[in-house]
């Protein structure tokens, strides 16, 4: 699939893109002609998907990275930039699940999906916006996978609901922002995806239900008018989408993919 309009191949970063929806999204921008370059905490993880999809014969680079850390961001979007050039799309997709009875939180637990999934956004964003080139360039695409859980609260969620409410809120106002500059700010909004996250969640609930992983699987099913979880390729799809010429006039929107699960 081809979407790039001239003969300048256009740059994007991945966050998190070892491992489920991240990985997807790679491979698809790539696919689209994007260069593509992805980070992760696992060094040897991301050596693996570059690895992985330089073999499929996608232009794919990546260096290790902490979203939760300033400085690594810094040095991961400037490795970005000397590799590849400026940046056109930037997708914050690293994240992490996380919850349990709120009045037992530890305040370590919370600080970390905080960190991990809303301030990580702001602050790769702001890097990429400015170490990346995106605020001098009259066209770019920033997406952040956020969740249906950024639209509605999720019991014994609190944290990851606050993280992605968080996400939808910036991103509507950081879309109004840049509109006249030609950057969109989007938000997908995932349901139930099935990736190693998605079974962690599982497991979280079965020992909080006291019951096992396939009945905590039928019950979340039943929840979704669709009756099953969507894939990792269904989210990076509307990514896909996203990042091209034909989305110019879609900002400041979280869009739900997820069989019906969000109604708004
Ligand atoms: N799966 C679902 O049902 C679902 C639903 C709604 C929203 N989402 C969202 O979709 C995104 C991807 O989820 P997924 O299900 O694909 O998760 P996943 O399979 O667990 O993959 C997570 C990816 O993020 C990376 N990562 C985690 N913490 C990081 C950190 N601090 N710094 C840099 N990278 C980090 C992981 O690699 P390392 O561990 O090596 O860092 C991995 O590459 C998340 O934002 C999640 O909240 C998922």
Excluded at 159 to 177: D, I, M, Q, R, W
């Amino acid at each position: 699939m081809t979407d790039q309009t001239d003969q300048v191949q256009r740059v994007a970063v991945v966050t998190g893109a070892t491992s489920g929806i991240g990985l997807a999204v790679a491979r698809l921008l790539a696919g689209q002609g994007h260069r593509v370059f992805i980070g992760a905490r696992s060094a040897e993880n991301v050596a693996a998907t570059v690895k992985q999809l330089t073999d499929e014969g996608l232009d794919v680079d990546g260096a290790a990275v902490d979203v939760r850390d300033k400085a690594a961001i810094r040095t991961w979007i400037q490795t970005a930039v000397d590799r590849y050039g400026t940046l056109d799309v930037v997708v914050n997709n690293a994240g992490r699940s996380g919850g349990g009875v709120t009045a037992d939180i530890a305040d370590e637990l919370w600080d970390d999906v905080i960190d991990t999934n809303l301030n990580s956004v702001f602050r790769v964003t702001r890097e990429a916006l400015t170490t990346g080139g995106m605020r001098d360039k009259n066209r770019g695409r920033i997406i952040n996978i956020a969740s249906t859980a950024g639209k509605q609260g999720v019991v014994l969620g609190a944290p990851y609901s606050a993280s992605k409410h968080g996400v939808v809120g910036f991103t509507k106002a950081l879309g109004n922002e840049l509109a006249p500059t030609g950057i969109t700010v989007n938000a997908v909004c995932p349901g139930y995806v099935e990736t190693p996250m998605a079974q962690r969640v599982r497991q979280g609930y079965a020992a909080a239900y006291d019951t096992d992983e396939a009945a905590i699987l039928e019950k979340f099913q039943a929840k979704i008018p669709l009756g099953r979880y969507s894939t990792p390729e269904e989210v990076a799809g509307l990514v896909g989408y996203l990042a091209s010429d034909t989305a110019a006039s879609i900002t400041s929107q979280a869009l739900n993919v997820c069989g019906g699960l969000g109604n708004f």
